[in-house]
T-cell receptor
Framework: GQQVMQIPQYQHVQEGEDFTTYCNSS?????IQWYKQRPGGHPVFLIQ???SGEVKKQKRLTFQFGEAKKNSSLHITATQTTDVGTYFC??????????WGAGTKLIIKP | EAQVTQNPRYLITVTGKKLTVTCSQN?????MSWYRQDPGLGLRQIYY???????DKGDVPEGYKVSRKEKRNFPLILESPSPNQTSLYFC?????????????FGNGTRLTVT
């Protein structure tokens, strides 16, 4: 079936370092959404990308959608403790259902 | 305040004892869905509903039932819970399933079946 592969599963960074998570689909996506889940919390919608090659920014977060609409990435510049959590991508195909990546957990080293 | 409300937040039960997890949204959303979250597996969809009286199986529907008799409520029913249903459950809703509207999640229900 349709799958979205998300890597890495975990990323340990020092505060102030950058963080990136990647999502890949074997088939072309209609759009992709990104969510953040804080420890002990629920997923919260961050952004949606629809257009081929789209790049969107939210302060220190940069979201990209590949030209072929098969991959996407989230990059956080200069991580802060408030960025801790798990980041999920969710891809949508023509059947409208969202298929979720397994998530990347951002851990700030003490 | 616009929200998705799940109850209970925590539930410990025994194998075979029927239980219901309630979900209610006050945003007049057409689409509602149930997910389970397990370590390393992300979010897996159990059932979803595109509108009142319309429900469909997600990726992992076995052992679960749902109903959508009214727009705001979408309860998840476990007729005979088993230990492999121990998980964190989330209810979510969105304006409609066919468009690009984001999902709004409830706070989650942590279920333990012994």
């Amino acid at each position: 079936g349709q799958q979205v592969m998300q890597i890495p599963q975990y990323q340990h960074v020092q505060e102030g370092e950058d963080f990136t998570t990647y999502c890949n689909s074997s088939t072309t996506l209609s759009n992709i959404q990104w969510y953040k889940q804080r420890p002990g919390g629920h997923p919260v919608f961050l952004i949606q990308l629809v257009k081929s090659g789209e790049v969107k920014k939210q302060k220190r977060l940069t979201f990209q959608f590949g030209e072929a609409k098969k991959n996407s990435s989230l990059h956080i510049t200069a991580t802060q403790t408030t960025d801790v959590g798990t980041y999920f991508c969710a891809g949508r195909w023509s059947n409208y259902q969202l298929i979720w990546g397994a998530g990347t957990k951002l851990i700030i080293k003490p | 305040e616009a929200q998705v409300t799940q109850n209970p937040r925590y539930l410990i039960t025994v194998t075979g004892k029927k239980l219901t997890v309630t979900c209610s949204q006050n945003m007049n959303h057409e689409y509602m869905s149930w997910y389970r979250q397990d370590p390393g597996l992300g979010l897996r969809q159990i059932y979803y509903s595109m509108n009142v009286e319309v429900t469909d199986k997600g990726d992992v529907p076995e052992g679960y039932k749902v109903s959508r008799k009214e727009k705001r409520n979408f309860p998840l029913i476990l007729e005979s819970p088993s230990p492999n249903q121990t998980s964190l459950y989330f209810c979510a809703s969105s304006l409609a399933g066919q468009n690009n509207s984001p999902l709004h999640f409830g706070n989650g229900t942590r279920l333990t079946v012994t």
